[in-house]
Nanobody, 129 residues
């Protein structure tokens, strides 16, 4: 059973930053692309950022337009985590954030489809003054 565990959510003021982590096994990160998605009250589920597996790292990364320049996805193989660094947060970023795993044709397809087969339990991010 593939298992993903998110951490790092919390409350932050507008303009602030948070780092989310998605813990997986080394084998998962080697063979599966990992994506961050969020569920917000007004917009439903959205793909935020996706990164190719470590064995296929040439597949690169993909970012949704609404997070480009603010969010960054990275892989830490020493910790077996995929991190999402979020800066310049605003109220529209409030929601439950999930990491997910898939073997997609491209990371763009993964983020845009929003339907990977494996999901973590989610972590709440609240941006409020």
């Amino acid at each position: 059973q593939l298992r993903l565990v998110e951490s790092g959510g919390g409350s932050v003021q507008p303009g602030g930053s948070l780092k989310l982590s998605c813990l997986a096994t080394k084998a998962t990160l080697e063979h599966y692309a990992i994506g961050w998605f969020r569920q917000t009250p007004g917009k439903g589920r959205e793909g935020i950022a996706c990164i190719a597996s470590s064995l296929h790292s040439y597949g690169g990364t993909y970012y949704a337009d609404f997070v480009k320049g603010r969010f960054s996805i990275s892989r830490d193989l020493a910790k077996n985590t995929i991190e999402l660094h979020m800066n310049s947060l605003d109220a529209d970023d409030t929601g439950v954030y999930y990491c997910a795993a898939d073997r997609p044709p491209t990371v763009q397809a993964m983020c845009q489809s929003g339907d990977p087969p494996y999901w973590g339990q989610g972590t709440q991010v609240t941006v409020s003054s």
